[in-house]
C-alpha cells in the first residue's frame, strides 16, 4: 500500500433515543473511510480519487525558507498547491501517477523532515430512521437514575440544577464554579465548527478559523463540534444546558466538511492555528485507527506552543486510535452513567466504560460518554439541545476541566496533564487500560 495507505479517521456517535416505553438507541456512525471525494463541498474536495492519492504533504527542516521550499518542490516537478508556512509545510500535486516516485526520491533528502500522502476522507453515514423524542423526555430518563447522587450545588443553586447535565455533575465541575469556571481560558474546538447562534454558545465563542479553505466561514454546517463546544462551555445562565468550564472561550477550527470529511492537510494546518493563535486548550473528538506521522508532527509544534490536547481514544472497542495514542494527546476513553443499562452501550448496572469505547497503555483519563445533551444548531434539533454518544463527547469533558486547570494556573500541557493526574481518582472495577488515572473531580480544581 506504501503512499496509499487507506487510513479510517473516525468520527462517531449514537444518537439516543428515549422512546414511550423504555430507552432506544439509534446508532449513528460517522466514518471517515476509503478516499473517495465525491460532491465534496470546496475545490480540493472536488477533485477525483486519483487526483487526490497525488497530492503529497511536505514539511521541510528548520532553516530552508518559503522560497527555498518553493524551489525545492518546482525542482521536483511539483506544483504548490498549499501551504502552513509556520510549520514549513508545503502541499504539493505530482504529475499523474509520479506521486510515489516522488515521495521516496523526497524522504532521503537532507532538506526534508517529513514527507506522505495528503490522504482525503469522505465519510459515510448510517443513520435510522426513527422520530426524534422530546429531549424533556431524556432529562427526565437521566434525572431518574438511581444509583446517581449529584454533587451540591454550592451557587445559584436552582436553575442549575436541571442544567447541568450528568456528565458535568459527575466531573463535579458545579462544585468548581464558585471560584473557578475556566474564566477566559482559549479552547479550540478542532473539528466541523461551531454553530455561534445558538443561545447557549453566542457569548462564548470568541472566534474561529476555517483550516479547510480559510476564505470559508468557520460556521458549523454539521453539528459534532457544536456539541463538543456546549460540552466544553455552554453558558451558565438557567436555560439550556451549561459546560465544564462555562466561562471559557471557544474558538472554531473548522478542519472537517458538513459531511465531517477531511484531509490531513487541513487537520495539519487547524492543529498549527491553534499553537499560533495563542490556543491553551485543544479539543480534538476525530481519530484514525492508523498512525498519522504527519499530524503528529503538527501536534509537536502546537504543544511546543503551549496547547494541550485532550483527544477522543476511538468507538471500536479496540485500541487507542490516532492521534489520541500519540504522546502529545490526553487520551479520554468514555464512560458510562451510573444505573443506566443497555445491552449495546452500557450493558451492566456497575458504572463502567462504555462497550464501544477504544482502550489502552495510551488512555490518560475516562469521562462520561454515553447519553450526553449538549448544544447542536436548529437544524440538528429545533430545541438547540440533543444527546449523543461518543468518546467524542467525553473527550470534551476533559477540555473543560483542562480549561479550568488553566485557570487555576497551570501552565503549559505538561503542568495542565499534571493538574489533572492530580485531581483524578481510579474508579472500581476498571482497569488502567480502560481509565488511565480515572475520573477528574473538578472541585480539586477549584481555586
Ligand atoms: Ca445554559
Same mark, same amino acid.
Given at each position: ?18 422512546? *414511550? ?21 470546496? *475545490? ?37 498547491? #498549499? ?12 504529475? $499523474? ?56 450545588? $454550592? ?6 440544577? #436541571? ?94 466538511? $458538513? ?31 492508523? *498512525? ?25 472497542? $479496540?485500541?487507542?486510535n490516532w492521534p489520541a495514542a500519540y504522546p502529545e494527546c490526553i487520551a479520554v476513553s468514555a464512560l458510562c452513567p451510573p444505573g443506566v443499562t443497555n445491552a449495546k452501550l452500557c450493558p451492566s448496572t456497575a458504572e463502567g466504560i462504555a462497550t464501544f469505547s477504544s482502550r489502552g497503555s495510551q488512555v490518560a483519563f475516562i469521562a462520561p460518554g ?34 479550568? *486547570? ?42
Open positions: 500500500m506504501g503512499l496509499l495507505a487507506r487510513h479510517m479517521l473516525w468520527f462517531f456517535h449514537w444518537d439516543a433515543h428515549f422512546a *414511550a416505553g423504555g430507552l432506544k438507541m439509534r446508532r449513528t456512525l460517522l466514518c471517515l473511510g476509503i478516499i473517495l471525494a465525491v460532491a465534496a463541498p470546496n *475545490a480540493r474536495a472536488a477533485i477525483s480519487a486519483l487526483e487526490a492519492a497525488d497530492e503529497l504533504i511536505v514539511a521541510f527542516k528548520p532553516g530552508i525558507s518559503d522560497s527555498q521550499q518553493k524551489q525545492f518542490a518546482q525542482a521536483q516537478g511539483l506544483e504548490v498547491v #498549499d501551504s502552513i508556512p509556520g510549520l514549513r509545510v508545503l502541499l504539493v500535486k505530482a504529475p $499523474k501517477g509520479r506521486a510515489g516516485f516522488a515521495q521516496f526520491h523526497m524522504m532521503s533528502d537532507p532538506k526534508i523532515a517529513k514527507v506522505g500522502a495528503n490522504v482525503w476522507r469522505d465519510d459515510w453515514l448510517n443513520v435510522g430512521g426513527e422520530a426524534v423524542d422530546p429531549m424533556s423526555a431524556a432529562q427526565q430518563s437521566l434525572k431518574q437514575i438511581p444509583a446517581f447522587k449529584p454533587a451540591p450545588l $454550592k451557587a445559584k443553586a436552582g436553575p442549575e440544577a #436541571d442544567e447541568a447535565q450528568w456528565g458535568v455533575k459527575r466531573v463535579n465541575a458545579p462544585a468548581a464554579w464558585p471560584t473557578n469556571q475556566g474564566n477566559g481560558v482559549k479552547v479550540a474546538i478542532i473539528d466541523t465548527g461551531i454553530d455561534p447562534t445558538v443561545p447557549d454558545l453566542k457569548n462564548r465563542v470568541a472566534g474561529g478559523y476555517n483550516a479547510i479553505d480559510e476564505k470559508q466561514p468557520w460556521v458549523d454546517d454539521h453539528f459534532h463540534g457544536t456539541h463538543c463546544a456546549g460540552i466544553v462551555a455552554a453558558e451558565l445562565d438557567g436555560k439550556g444546558v451549561v459546560g465544564v468550564a462555562p466561562k471559557a472561550m471557544l474558538y472554531a477550527v473548522k478542519v472537517l466538511t $458538513k459531511e465531517g470529511s477531511g484531509d490531513m492537510f487541513g487537520i495539519m494546518r487547524g492543529i498549527q492555528w491553534a499553537g499560533e493563535n495563542g490556543m491553551q486548550v485543544a479539543n480534538m473528538s476525530l481519530g484514525a485507527p492508523q *498512525a498519522m506521522d504527519l499530524i503528529q508532527y503538527a501536534l509537536q509544534s502546537a504543544v511546543g506552543q503551549g496547547v494541550t490536547f485532550a483527544c477522543a481514544a476511538g468507538n471500536d472497542a $479496540k485500541a487507542v454515553v447519553l450526553i445533551p449538549s448544544t447542536v444548531p436548529t437544524s440538528n434539533d429545533p430545541t438547540n439541545v440533543h444527546a449523543y454518544s461518543g468518546t467524542s463527547m467525553a473527550t470534551p469533558h476533559v477540555s473543560g476541566l483542562a480549561a479550568l *486547570a488553566v485557570a487555576r494556573g497551570a501552565q503549559g500541557p505538561d503542568a495542565v496533564r499534571a493538574a489533572l493526574t492530580a485531581a483524578a481518582s481510579p474508579l472500581p472495577g476498571l482497569s488502567a487500560s480502560e481509565q488511565g488515572a480515572g475520573l477528574i473531580d473538578a472541585a480539586k480544581l477549584a481555586r
